[in-house]
């Protein structure tokens, strides 16, 4: 099935993640497939645009598909996620939306963490001046500080999106158009912060059945809790 629909916990992956975000955005647009796009438009929700991505081409790409629904709504920030983090805690979450009452062009949560698959370098100063990718074949150091698929944009940034998108060069490796590229090049325009996550865990993505029921276990430990 899409991964968008593969249960987490007894819920849809996407239910899930859209009703983590409920409290703080007033739409949202998904980006699916052509296989599964009529699947998701089915289900009916009104506070949601599905938009359709014929090839897996990068996630700026998926990013820019959203670039008439921003311009038709014109929003404050615009907020973007990765469909498989859904177990960010709302803690995390509430201080991301702090955070953007200094009005950053872009704000987002990082985790310290072993074996990272992103690095974010930054200069003595503290500014973010590159992001290492694993994926990529970049040399990555035993730990560092990675995002955690949540960004909070203005939307001023967003559409600054196009600008670096013409300037872009594909991966090494994957030859897709990747979005975090973006945030050095922003941090060198404009004013760029992050915000601690509360856990280590929240970070977790869902790509093996090993990081699903990582995230299982502790959704339901957290739901156990409540």
């Given at each position: 099935m899409p991964k968008a629909l593969v249960p987490v916990a007894g819920r849809p992956m996407i239910d899930r993640v859209l009703d983590l975000y409920a409290a703080y955005i007033e739409h949202a647009v998904?980006?699916?497939?052509?296989s599964f796009a009529d699947t998701l438009r089915g289900r009916g929700r009104a506070d949601v645009t599905i938009v359709e991505q014929p090839e897996p081409t990068g996630m700026l790409d998926a990013i820019l598909?959203?670039?008439?629904?921003?311009?038709?709504?014109?929003?404050?920030?615009?907020?973007?996620?990765?469909?498989d983090q859904v177990a960010v805690l709302p803690a995390t979450i509430e201080r991301l939306a702090a955070a953007e009452a200094d009005?950053?062009?872009?704000?987002f949560?990082?985790?310290?963490r072993a074996d990272p698959?992103?690095?974010v370098v930054r200069d003595a100063s503290g500014q973010i001046v590159d992001v290492l990718h694993r994926r990529e074949g970049d040399a990555l150091p035993p730990a560092g500080e990675s995002d955690m698929g949540l960004f909070a944009l203005a939307r001023g940034a967003f559409e600054r999106l196009p600008e670096y998108a013409r300037a872009l060069t594909p991966g090494r490796a994957t030859r897709e158009r990747n979005f975090l590229p973006f945030i050095p090049w922003l941090s060198s325009r404009a004013a760029v912060a992050t915000v601690p996550c509360t856990d280590v865990r929240e970070a977790v993505g869902i790509n093996t059945p090993d990081e699903l029921r990582t995230a299982e276990a502790w959704l339901r430990e957290r739901e156990a809790v409540r």
């Open positions: 998904v980006v699916a497939h052509p598909l959203a670039t008439p629904v921003v311009r038709e709504r014109v929003p404050d920030r615009v907020w973007i996620t990765w469909c009005e950053p062009a872009l704000v949560p990082t985790v310290t698959y992103i690095h």
